[in-house]
């Protein structure tokens, strides 16, 4: 689990600064750096899945009834607010992209909506990875609370 979590890490780091690297005008190559991100999301949420199968107690593969009220106050918090950072650039980000659009674009209208999208991809991106990492560290506690349990049960 402590793999994921670093990965999951990695991907909020990650997609945040291609996030703000875009915001200050740089030049990156978007396309890989998303299709990197969509991949290692896909592969963090994969084996959280087969990793979290035992502690899930119904049948919700992504917020099980077993998460509630666990975890700091203050992490959640915390990826509540690079959430909601998250989905509410992604939406003025890709509208403003899509405003762009024109029959008539030139090369630095497209540019600036390539860089619009991206800014948008990225913090959705940026969004998904923060509650992944959520879950998985809310999983992380929910198994060290059962081993807890069981070995304080065997030392009886």
């Known amino acids: 689990m402590i793999i ?5 890490f990695l991907g909020i780091l990650f ?12 030049s990156l190559p978007s396309g890989k750096i998303a299709v990197v991100l969509n991949v290692g999301i896909g592969v963090a949420l994969g084996a959280r899945l087969v990793i979290t199968k035992e ?7 992504f917020f099980d009834k077993s998460l509630k009220g666990i975890g700091p106050y ?4 915390a ?23 024109s029959v008539e674009m030139t090369h630095e209208d497209y540019v600036i909506a390539s860089r619009k999208l991206f800014i948008g991809v990225f913090s959705l991106i940026m969004a998904c990875y923060a509650i992944e990492f959520l879950v998985l560290y809310l999983y992380k506690i929910l198994k060290e ?12």
């Open 79 to 101: 990826i509540s607010l690079i959430v909601i950072y998250g989905i509410v650039t992604c939406i003025f980000s890709l509208g403003g992209a899509f405003t762009q659009l």
């Open 15 to 26: 997609s945040f600064l291609a996030h703000l690297c875009l915001l200050l005008g740089f």
């Open 145 to 156: 609370a059962k081993l807890q349990k069981l070995k304080s049960e065997g030392a009886v």
């Open 4 to 8: 994921l979590l670093c990965l999951d």
């Open 55 to 61: 502690l899930r107690q119904g049948k919700d593969w």
């Open 74 to 77: 203050w992490l959640k918090l």
